[in-house]
Protein backbone atom coordinates (compact mmCIF):
# COMPACT_ATOMS: atom_id res chain seq x y z
CA UNK A 1 0.00 0.00 0.00
CA UNK A 2 0.91 3.57 -0.63
CA UNK A 3 0.88 5.56 2.78
CA UNK A 4 0.56 9.13 3.43
CA UNK A 5 1.62 10.56 6.28
CA UNK A 6 0.29 13.82 7.26
CA UNK A 7 0.79 15.40 10.85
CA UNK A 8 0.45 18.59 12.77
CA UNK A 9 -0.88 20.54 15.35
CA UNK A 10 -4.44 20.69 14.39
CA UNK A 11 -4.81 23.38 16.83
CA UNK A 12 -7.58 23.22 14.87
CA UNK A 13 -7.94 20.85 11.64
CA UNK A 14 -9.56 23.00 8.86
CA UNK A 15 -10.88 22.50 5.22
CA UNK A 16 -7.25 23.58 4.18
CA UNK A 17 -5.95 20.42 5.96
CA UNK A 18 -8.67 18.38 4.46
CA UNK A 19 -8.97 19.77 0.82
CA UNK A 20 -4.84 19.91 0.41
CA UNK A 21 -4.81 16.09 1.91
CA UNK A 22 -6.99 15.24 -0.34
CA UNK A 23 -5.60 16.58 -3.64
CA UNK A 24 -2.22 15.09 -2.29
CA UNK A 25 -4.07 11.56 -2.23
CA UNK A 26 -5.94 11.30 -5.56
CA UNK A 27 -3.09 13.26 -7.37
CA UNK A 28 -0.64 10.03 -5.94
CA UNK A 29 -2.79 7.54 -6.05
CA UNK A 30 -2.31 6.92 -1.89
CA UNK A 31 -4.28 3.99 -0.85
CA UNK A 32 -5.01 6.11 2.28
CA UNK A 33 -3.28 9.07 4.56
CA UNK A 34 -2.77 8.73 8.39
CA UNK A 35 -3.42 12.02 10.37
CA UNK A 36 -1.22 12.29 13.20
CA UNK A 37 -2.05 14.93 15.90
CA UNK A 38 1.28 15.82 17.10
CA UNK A 39 1.40 15.26 20.92
CA UNK A 40 4.17 17.60 22.09
CA UNK A 41 5.11 19.75 18.76
CA UNK A 42 8.76 20.97 19.66
CA UNK A 43 8.44 24.02 17.88
CA UNK A 44 4.91 25.24 19.12
CA UNK A 45 2.90 25.78 22.13
CA UNK A 46 -0.21 27.07 23.51
CA UNK A 47 -2.23 24.65 21.79
CA UNK A 48 -5.33 23.14 23.88
CA UNK A 49 -5.20 19.57 25.08
CA UNK A 50 -4.09 16.79 23.11
CA UNK A 51 -6.77 15.05 23.73
CA UNK A 52 -9.42 18.03 21.80
CA UNK A 53 -6.97 17.88 19.43
CA UNK A 54 -7.32 14.53 18.19
CA UNK A 55 -10.69 14.73 18.72
CA UNK A 56 -11.77 17.50 16.22
CA UNK A 57 -8.94 15.29 13.79
CA UNK A 58 -10.93 12.67 14.21
CA UNK A 59 -14.39 14.30 13.72
CA UNK A 60 -13.01 15.93 10.74
CA UNK A 61 -11.63 12.77 8.52
CA UNK A 62 -14.83 10.38 9.82
CA UNK A 63 -16.21 10.93 6.37
CA UNK A 64 -13.73 9.88 4.52
CA UNK A 65 -12.24 5.86 4.09
CA UNK A 66 -9.08 7.27 2.56
CA UNK A 67 -8.51 9.35 5.57
CA UNK A 68 -7.14 7.65 9.39
CA UNK A 69 -6.41 8.86 12.52
CA UNK A 70 -2.95 7.67 13.66
CA UNK A 71 -2.20 8.00 17.54
CA UNK A 72 1.33 6.87 16.94
CA UNK A 73 2.96 10.13 18.71
CA UNK A 74 0.81 9.81 21.66
CA UNK A 75 1.49 5.88 22.10
CA UNK A 76 5.28 6.85 22.16
CA UNK A 77 5.07 10.13 24.72
CA UNK A 78 7.55 12.57 24.78
CA UNK A 79 8.44 15.06 22.05
CA UNK A 80 6.49 14.90 18.68
CA UNK A 81 9.69 14.51 16.35
CA UNK A 82 8.69 13.75 12.86
CA UNK A 83 11.69 11.06 12.36
CA UNK A 84 11.14 8.62 15.57
CA UNK A 85 6.92 8.80 14.19
CA UNK A 86 8.66 7.91 10.70
CA UNK A 87 10.43 4.90 12.45
CA UNK A 88 7.15 3.95 14.29
CA UNK A 89 5.29 4.00 11.39
CA UNK A 90 8.13 2.15 9.47
CA UNK A 91 7.97 -0.88 11.88
CA UNK A 92 4.16 -1.07 11.87
CA UNK A 93 3.76 -1.06 8.28
CA UNK A 94 7.18 -2.75 6.76
CA UNK A 95 6.04 -3.93 3.10
CA UNK A 96 4.58 -0.45 2.46
CA UNK A 97 5.31 2.59 0.64
CA UNK A 98 5.61 5.78 3.35
CA UNK A 99 5.41 9.21 2.04
CA UNK A 100 5.51 12.31 4.58
CA UNK A 101 3.42 14.93 3.15
CA UNK A 102 4.66 18.46 4.30
CA UNK A 103 4.07 22.13 2.73
CA UNK A 104 6.50 23.96 1.17
CA UNK A 105 6.85 26.23 4.09
CA UNK A 106 8.13 23.24 6.22
CA UNK A 107 10.18 22.04 3.30
CA UNK A 108 12.57 24.90 3.56
CA UNK A 109 12.48 24.98 7.09
CA UNK A 110 13.77 20.94 6.98
CA UNK A 111 16.94 21.73 8.22
CA UNK A 112 16.07 22.70 11.71
CA UNK A 113 14.17 19.40 12.49
CA UNK A 114 15.67 16.31 13.95
CA UNK A 115 17.97 14.78 11.65
CA UNK A 116 16.12 15.66 8.73
CA UNK A 117 19.31 13.87 6.40
CA UNK A 118 17.42 10.47 7.74
CA UNK A 119 13.52 11.19 6.99
CA UNK A 120 13.72 9.85 3.68
CA UNK A 121 15.22 6.42 5.18
CA UNK A 122 11.59 6.13 5.97
CA UNK A 123 9.70 7.95 3.35
CA UNK A 124 9.34 9.65 0.04
CA UNK A 125 8.56 13.30 0.69
CA UNK A 126 6.01 14.75 -0.47
CA UNK A 127 6.19 18.78 -0.63
CA UNK A 128 2.93 20.81 -1.75
CA UNK A 129 2.58 23.99 -3.71
CA UNK A 130 0.76 26.46 -3.49
CA UNK A 131 -0.13 27.76 -6.90
CA UNK A 132 2.56 29.37 -8.59
CA UNK A 133 4.91 28.96 -6.07
CA UNK A 134 8.60 29.50 -7.08
CA UNK A 135 10.86 27.90 -5.05
CA UNK A 136 13.74 26.12 -5.19
CA UNK A 137 13.14 22.25 -4.55
CA UNK A 138 15.26 19.30 -4.53
CA UNK A 139 14.59 17.50 -7.65
CA UNK A 140 15.78 14.23 -6.15
CA UNK A 141 14.23 10.60 -6.81
CA UNK A 142 13.08 11.12 -2.86
CA UNK A 143 11.35 14.15 -3.40
CA UNK A 144 7.54 14.63 -5.21
CA UNK A 145 5.81 18.08 -5.18
CA UNK A 146 2.45 18.58 -5.99
CA UNK A 147 0.44 21.72 -6.91
CA UNK A 148 -2.53 22.16 -4.57
CA UNK A 149 -5.63 24.81 -4.37
CA UNK A 150 -4.52 27.21 -2.12
CA UNK A 151 -7.65 27.37 0.43
CA UNK A 152 -6.86 31.09 2.34
CA UNK A 153 -7.39 30.13 5.93
CA UNK A 154 -5.44 28.88 8.75
CA UNK A 155 -5.53 28.02 12.21
CA UNK A 156 -4.24 31.19 13.88
CA UNK A 157 -6.83 33.00 11.93
CA UNK A 158 -9.54 30.58 12.98
CA UNK A 159 -8.20 31.28 16.68
CA UNK A 160 -8.50 34.69 16.28
CA UNK A 161 -11.78 34.68 15.09
CA UNK A 162 -13.19 32.72 17.79
CA UNK A 163 -11.71 35.27 20.31
CA UNK A 164 -13.15 37.99 18.44
CA UNK A 165 -16.98 36.49 18.19
CA UNK A 166 -16.32 35.99 14.25
CA UNK A 167 -17.90 33.08 12.60
CA UNK A 168 -15.44 30.43 11.67
CA UNK A 169 -17.99 28.34 9.84
CA UNK A 170 -17.28 26.87 6.80
CA UNK A 171 -13.60 26.90 7.81
CA UNK A 172 -13.55 24.15 9.62
CA UNK A 173 -16.13 21.18 8.75
CA UNK A 174 -19.32 21.63 10.61
CA UNK A 175 -18.89 18.98 13.28
CA UNK A 176 -15.60 20.90 14.25
CA UNK A 177 -17.37 23.71 14.87
CA UNK A 178 -19.81 22.37 16.99
CA UNK A 179 -17.15 20.29 19.30
CA UNK A 180 -15.45 23.81 19.41
CA UNK A 181 -18.51 25.67 20.41
CA UNK A 182 -19.05 22.47 22.97
CA UNK A 183 -16.42 22.82 24.55
CA UNK A 184 -15.38 26.51 24.21
CA UNK A 185 -12.26 26.16 22.67
CA UNK A 186 -9.88 28.72 21.75
CA UNK A 187 -12.02 31.57 23.61
Known sequence: MKIGVFGGAFNPIHIGHLVAIEE???????????????????????????KHRRNMVALA????????LSEVEK????????????????????KDKLYLIIGSDQYLVLNTWKEP???IRYAKLIV???????????????VITV????????????????K????IRYKVVE???????KNKLYT
Not at 147 to 162: C, F, L, P
Open 24 to 50: VREKLKLDKVLFIPAFKPPHKNNLVSY
Open 61 to 68: IRNNNCFE
Open 75 to 94: EKGGISWTIVTLKELHKKYP
Open 117 to 119: ENL
Open 128 to 142: MLRPGSKCNFDKSKF
Open 147 to 162: EITQVDVASKEIRGRI
Open 164 to 167: QRKS
Open 175 to 181: EVHKYIK
